[in-house]
């Protein structure tokens, strides 16, 4: 059976456990925290060789970072498919999803550290951090119609990305730049409301609610952080 490293208080371990759930794939979850050094579990970094979660373990062997791990599990498992047929459309879902990764979600992660700490960002992770975000925010509303997904009448792996970070990144920018980036994004509380509704990403909340004392515990004793 496959084997999906990481946790639960991990959005890019959600993602990954998301696109499971929603394909009806069963896998086994194996809690796994990050800090892979040299000091700290460094046989993870055979299988995660950057030392992130979520790793997924197949009979092949391992997979690391969220994007392939979707894109794997669409190729290997196609029913029921989270990508369209159509090559167009299938980029356009791939677009939404670079874009969600690139510019909204690895930039605002920046602030994690700070948000850990308690502490407002510093004036120059803002100038550097805060103009990406908003670009991408108007890029978000140039291409998500909700209607009632993010690309249309289907659910794809562009909400598979959209219902697991928008959340993060909207309470990280709030925390750490008093500003929630995708306020302004017309359409997405609605739609972020009726994704909160499906059994599988209940799924995926409840598990990271059990898992949120144990992460704190980790990052406390690890970081010193929390
Ligand atoms: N690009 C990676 C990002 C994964 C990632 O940053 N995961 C975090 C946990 S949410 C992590 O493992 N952090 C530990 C580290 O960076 O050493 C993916 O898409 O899987």
């Known amino acids: 059976m496959l084997k999906l490293l990481g946790f639960s208080s991990s959005n890019y371990y959600n993602v990954a456990k998301l696109a499971l759930l ?21 046989e993870y970094l055979k299988l995660s060789p950057m030392g992130k979660v979520p790793c997924l373990v197949t009979e092949q062997g391992p997979i690391s970072e969220s994007r392939c791990i979707v894109e794997y599990l669409e190729d290997a498992y196609p029913e029921p498919a989270l990508r ?25 992660r920046r602030a994690l550290g700070h948000v850990f700490a308690g502490k407002p960002a510093s004036d120059r992770l803002k100038r550097e951090v805060l103009p990406v975000l908003h670009k991408a925010s108007g890029a978000l509303q140039n291409r998500a119609r909700f209607e009632p997904y993010l690309l249309g009448d289907a659910f794809t792996l562009a909400d598979v990305a959209g219902i697991i970070h928008f959340p993060v990144i909207r309470s990280l920018s709030a925390a750490a730049f008093g500003e929630d980036v995708l306020a302004g994004v017309p359409g997405l509380d609605d739609y972020l409301t009726r994704m909160e509704a499906r059994e599988t990403v209940q799924r995926v909340r409840a598990d990271q609610q059990e898992d949120a004392p144990k992460f704190q515990a980790f990052i406390k004793e690890r970081y010193g952080l929390g």
């Open 22 to 42: 929603e394909k009806g794939i069963a896998f086994e979850e194996v809690r796994t925290w990050t800090g892979a050094d040299e000091e700290f579990q460094p």
């Open 84 to 108: 369209p047929e159509d090559p167009f459309a299938r980029a356009r879902v791939h677009e939404l999803c670079v874009m969600i990764d690139l510019y909204l979600e690895l930039p605002v």
